[in-house]
């Protein structure tokens, strides 16, 4: 007996429906090159992409660039837009403690993490209970800091502008560059420490190792200034 095929149009795939029957399904098409779907993709098993070809997410031509790409010169996995692209975690809200995190190593929960973006807006480098904004963690007792550099500093360890915690749990400021380092507010500059030690306040060209642009005025009851050679005034 021969074969019945209904609901078909051009370039429709076609279902098996029952013996000797066919149902063209007008959702699934395929042309000799592309195969489309319209509707809902679902897979109880992984969706294989070959390297250098793209998931993309397309309402209109012009939507061609939102996609996921591999690309096996760069040896890159791209995630491509061409507005913004949102992270977003706990979509369903149900959850105090969810977290974004990048991680390298096993492509299991089992891989380094790196760092993480808590739901409460934390954002944790090293550590995965951060209680403050950003904390930066070393989870030795080795030295931790922040790094600024730019074009004209480089980007070598000893560049920049550092501060951070050293080894022995003393908190630092260092300026790599031998230019000044200051503190100022709306008002200006405030104190100044040069790179030869050094500090001036009010000023930012002391003479000498305190230079104060200003009075000094002493709050103790009975002050003492002290110096080198054990005398006092």
């Known amino acids: 007996s021969g074969v019945s095929l209904s609901g078909s149009t051009n370039n429709t795939i076609a279902t098996v429906t029952g013996a000797n029957a066919l149902q063209g399904e007008a959702n699934l098409t395929f042309d000799g090159s592309t195969l489309a779907v319209t509707g809902t993709i679902s897979s109880s098993n992984a969706v294989v992409l070959s390297e250098n070809n793209a998931l993309h997410f ?4 012009a939507d061609d660039l939102d996609s996921i790409v591999r690309e096996s ?32 190593g096993a492509a299991t929960s089992s891989s380094t993490e790196l760092f ?49 915690l050293d080894s022995a749990e003393k908190g630092f400021i260092w300026n790599y560059e031998g230019t000044d ?41 009975d002050p003492t200034l002290e110096f080198n050679n054990g005398g006092a005034m």
Not at 76 to 103: E, P
């Open 58 to 61: 397309k309402g209109t031509s």
């Open 73 to 104: 010169s760069g040896n890159l996995l791209l995630l491509n837009s061409r507005n913004d692209l949102v992270i977003n975690i706990d979509s369903n809200n149900d959850s105090t403690d969810a977290h974004f995190a990048v991680a390298h």
């Open 116 to 164: 993480r973006v808590q739901e409460n807006g934390r954002i944790g480098i090293g550590t995965a209970s951060p209680q403050r904004r950003v904390v930066v963690y070393e989870e030795t007792s080795g030295q931790t800091q922040i790094q600024f550099q730019n074009s004209t500093t480089g980007s070598a360890s000893g560049d920049g502008f550092s501060i951070g």
């Open 181 to 221: 380092t200051y503190i100022g507010g709306a008002g200006g500059t405030s104190i100044t420490i040069k790179d030869d030690g050094k500090v001036g306040i009010g000023t930012t060209s002391p003479g000498q190792k305190l230079g104060v642009a200003g009075n000094i005025r002493f709050e103790s009851a």
